[in-house]
Structures are given as C-alpha cells and as structure tokens.
C-alpha cells in the first residue's frame, strides 16, 4: 500500500481524474489554516481553563514557530520523496498532534 506514495505515482496516469487533486489541496490548506482559526475558539479555551490570555498565546506561538521550522526543515524532504508521501506524514503528525491534544485535555 505505501507504495502508491512513491515519488513515480506522481504523474498522473492517462485517464486519471485530475479533479481528484482540487478537494485534496482544499483539505492541506484547511489543515496549514487551522492554526490561525485560533482567535476563533480562544476565548472558549481562556473560559474553559480558567487561564489568561498569554497561556493561550504562547500556544499560538509554538504552533506557528513549528509550522515555520516545519517548512524550513521538510521543505528538502518533499523535494526528495514527492508530494504523496509529505501529504501522508504530514496528516500522521497532524492527527497524532489532535490526539495528544486530546489527551492532555482528557488527562486535565
């Protein structure tokens, strides 16, 4: 299966459904987007915490320091390995960054 992330299935087979390649944008964008949704759901955070506005600032900035050095750093890597398998670590890491959240939050 990890084979269709090879850097060969990149180009696209005669008869392939390009408009396959505009909802999968969409879906890395929304997921490069997500972090700045958060002024949206920050005063849901700030009231359900009981916390200040700074703790959820330093949040933001860690998220959007990693985003950077996330880019900077797999930039090289994406170059190397294609957009398939980049599109698939990326929403591993994405995911897995959900789920820890939610476990932090779960845990208290």
């Known amino acids: 299966m990890l084979s269709a992330l090879d850097r060969r299935h990149t180009v696209a087979p005669p008869g392939y459904s390009r408009w396959l ?12 987007g997500q972090v700045y949704a958060t002024s949206v759901y920050k005063n849901s955070l700030i009231a359900h915490f009981d916390t200040g506005q700074t703790a959820i600032g330093v949040i933001f900035s860690i998220a959007i320091v990693m ?42």
Do not use: D, Q, Y
Not at 21 to 32: G, V
């Open 67 to 108: 985003l950077g050095l996330s880019a900077a750093v797999a930039g090289t890597w994406v170059e190397a390995n294609g957009p398939r398998k980049a599109m698939f670590v990326s929403a591993c890491f994405w995911a897995a960054g959900f789920l820890v959240g939610a476990l932090g939050i779960a845990t208290g």
């Open 21 to 32: 390649i505009p909802p999968a944008a969409l879906a890395i964008h929304l997921c490069i």
